[in-house]
């Protein structure tokens, strides 16, 4: 009997109401165990998967505790938008019932480790799933960051903050600062500037096993390094941030109901073509 542990965010109200329908269900059919939070430890050995209620941040949140662990995640949508949910939480007796009966994949998401450095001493060490932002934190001037892979300058940036993203969080800030759409189970990092200050600055696609690091400084009010929209932690002169890809990927599962370019087209509207009135 499959071990599954139920997560979200306890703060929505449709989280609540959907694990009202899914826990007695699933209880049915495998052992159930509900930690929202996550508030205890979590071992591999002892869980078979994770349906995370929420939306994409529940889903951001999940990753970061559970990847480690490889754990594999399933992303019932009752949010807004859901970009990173398998399905919605009203289609759960169909989708849960093909995961219990092993109709479906196991896929594999790059997971970015993101460590600030001050005077030898890190002050945040975590990881991310869809970005590490270097940004400014109030209506302030611009920034210099310099840019460095694998200990080589590649160049400067006068920008409001830069994005290193990985190909899931392509679509995410980093689609909206100008940066490319990146397939997902591509192995690769982006780098995207934020509100450049020359027209030369453009975004970058760099092989996933480099480590990028940046050095913001010249700002008038201190910026924060920004993990998946989630985790902060602010900055001081000559604090050095390094983004690599994580030792473990995020393990997803997929039941074909959440296609890649389907989601493109559905969730962001990419329709590739004017439209026209009838």
């Not at 807004?80 to 594999?108: M, N, P, Q, S």
């Not at 932690?233 to 000559?238: N, P, S, V």
Request: aromatic fraction near 4%; charge should be negative.
């Amino acid at each position: 009997m499959k071990q599954i542990l139920i997560v979200g965010n306890k703060a929505k109200e449709g989280v609540h109401r959907a694990l009202e329908q899914i826990e007695p269900w699933l209880a049915e059919r495998a052992q159930v165990k509900v930690d929202l939070e996550l508030e205890s430890e979590v071992r591999s050995d002892e869980v078979d998967l994770a349906v995370v209620l929420g939306g994409d941040g529940s889903v951001l949140r999940a990753a970061r505790g559970l990847a480690k662990q490889g754990v594999p995640l399933l992303g019932l949508n009752v949010s807004k938008f859901g970009f990173l949910t398998e399905a919605t939480a009203d289609d759960y007796r169909a989708v849960l019932g093909d995961v219990l009966e092993g109709r479906y994949r196991l896929a594999e998401r790059m997971m970015l480790g993101c460590r600030l450095e001050r005077v030898g001493e890190t002050m945040l060490d975590t990881v991310g799933l869809n970005d590490a932002v270097v940004a400014r934190t109030s209506l302030s001037r611009i920034m210099t960051i310099d840019l460095h892979v694998d200990g080589e300058l590649v160049t400067t940036y006068r920008a409001d903050g830069l994005i290193v993203a990985t190909p899931v969080g392509s679509t995410a800030h980093s689609l909206a600062a100008g940066g490319p759409i990146v397939y997902p189970e591509m192995d690769a990092l982006v780098i995207a500037p934020i509100c450049p200050h020359t027209l030369s600055n453009r975004p970058l696609v760099l092989p996933g096993h480099l480590t990028v690091s940046l050095e913001a400084r010249d700002w008038a009010e201190p910026p924060a390094l920004t993990v998946d929209g989630q985790v902060t932690q602010e900055m001081q002169d000559g604090d050095v941030v390094q983004v690599q890809r994580a030792e473990k990927p995020l393990r997803l599962i997929q039941t074909g109901r959440n296609a890649f370019f389907a989601t493109l087209r559905n969730k962001l509207d990419w329709r590739g073509q004017p439209r026209y009135a009838k």
